[in-house]
């Protein structure tokens, strides 16, 4: 397939690394000589300098050939503009592009994006998904992660095992045993910076973070059987007040009227334009970083501290400083996976990555077959995937043991007719099953055709 990607930033890097690793013929433009020439050395992708939203840079960057175009330059308009140049001009059949500002999203321009006036086919927005994975990782403060699957009736958690987890030490076959009712699988394990598959005689150690498929009506039960009873915060103080940090406050006021919330924003302006947008929420100006602040905004008897600013040194900063001052837990929006090294030794509990949302929600566009959701996880290493199986799916009419199927792949769980089943090795697929499985990166083109949608689909 052949993929143009406008902005070489931390997300059209990563958009870039993983398709160029999967065989696809990868272009990148963006306006900076410095991004541009270490796409070119660091990955097997055509690099050009020059504006995304020019005729001429885009031609010689091939879009007259490409499949697909992913606008996620720093710049709305830039990626609007280019995405309307790719389809009036050079036909391209698919438009993704990343569209920050909120104005842009309102219900009431519904009609912007449609074919007859800016025709993009799907359209991502950072804060928005952040600010979702945000309100789920409230909803369920024992896990580090969070990602619902197949219309939210199954969910992916992802635990840390505490030395407290009550069963360390325990073969997860054993698990089954102990658990029998409990209709949830074990599809990954991180130790010590390694994702792997783990077997039936694994053992579950200290600081393992461990990734579970479960029905979502089950997870608050697993994550007691791995010592996690958190209960939900009613004292919740935001530090940022952008586009995320509002936007979660108004879902608190909306979704959750019993929730105190208290938001700092460093910006005057700001902090009295969010304030007249509030009706519930206590609005602070001053750095989330200045102890008075902090203890303005009563972060002792604080149950959790968001920290949601713009500078993800700020939100380290922040987050380590509120749980030494008394706050019960943190968590913490990071972009760079350089800093995920530091969540353990600063005791920050969870963070939120809008990198890896947006990343995850263009490759759901990307994947071939019947693909309905991706999200990735630690790092780009894995992906979890939900597919349709439809009839011509190769995976039929087998047990599941019997598929010639990679290491690096796990079913999680089948929705079948309503009801979630937990997948065995005599387990046969049906025609409209929808599956949640885990697949290693290198397994993913697998995992497509799997579920590919015609025998000459590839």
Not at 301 to 315: C, F, H
Request: glycine letters at 6%; hydrophobic letters at 40%.
């Amino acid at each position: 397939m052949k993929v143009i990607i406008c902005g070489a930033g931390q997300v059209g890097m990563g958009i870039a690394e993983r398709l160029a690793q999967e065989g696809n013929d990868v272009s990148i433009i963006d306006a900076s000589e410095e991004l541009v020439q270490s796409a070119n050395d660091m990955l097997d992708v055509r690099a050009i300098q020059g504006n995304a939203a020019h005729p001429d840079i885009l031609k010689s960057a091939g879009i007259d050939e490409a499949d697909m175009m992913i606008a996620v330059t720093l710049h709305d308009e830039v990626n609007m503009v280019s995405c309307q140049i790719a389809h009036t001009l050079f036909g391209v059949p698919t438009k993704i592009a990343r569209i920050r500002a909120q104005t842009y999203l309102e219900d009431k321009w519904a009609g912007l994006f449609s074919r007859e006036s800016i025709p993009i086919d799907h359209i991502i927005s950072p804060e928005i998904e952040a600010a979702n994975m945000v309100m789920r990782r409230l909803q369920l403060p024992g896990a580090f992660e969070t990602v619902s699957f197949a219309d939210g009736r199954v969910t992916l958690i992802g635990i840390t095992c505490e030395p407290d987890c009550p069963v360390l030490d325990t073969p997860l076959s054993q698990l089954a045993d102990l658990f029998p009712d409990l209709p949830a699988v074990t599809v990954a394990i991180a130790r010590q910076g390694k994702l792997f598959i783990p077997h039936g005689g694994e053992q579950l150690q200290v600081n393992d973070d461990v990734y579970v498929i479960a029905p979502t009506d089950q997870v608050s039960r697993t994550l007691q059987i791995f010592g996690h009873e958190e209960t939900r915060a009613r004292r919740i103080v935001i530090a940022g007040g952008g586009n995320i940090g509002l936007y979660v406050a108004k879902s608190l006021e909306k979704n959750e009227p019993n929730i105190r919330v208290k938001v700092i924003e460093s910006s005057r302006d700001r902090a009295a334009q969010i304030a007249e947008r509030l009706s519930r929420t206590v609005v602070l100006h001053g750095s989330s970083l200045s102890e008075d602040v902090l203890r303005e905004a009563d972060i002792s008897s604080a149950d959790t501290l968001v920290a949601l600013t713009n500078d993800e040194q700020v939100n380290l900063l922040t987050s380590a400083l509120a749980k030494q001052l008394g706050c019960k837990s943190s968590l913490c929006l990071i972009n760079s996976p350089n800093y995920s090294g530091l969540f353990r030794p600063l005791k920050i509990d969870a963070q939120i990555n809008p990198r890896t949302t947006t990343v995850s929600r263009v490759l759901q566009h990307v994947r071939r077959g019947r693909i309905r959701a991706v999200h990735s996880i630690h790092h780009g290493d894995a992906e979890v995937i939900e597919a349709d199986v439809l009839e011509t799916a190769p995976v039929l009419t087998k047990p599941l043991k019997d598929i010639n199927m990679a290491e690096g792949i796990r079913f999680g769980s089948i929705l079948r007719e309503g009801k979630t089943l937990v997948p065995t090795g005599d387990t046969e697929l049906e025609v409209n099953d929808r599956v949640i499985l885990f697949a290693r990166a290198d397994y993913v083109r697998e995992v497509e055709q799997m579920f590919r949608v015609s025998p000459d689909y590839f």
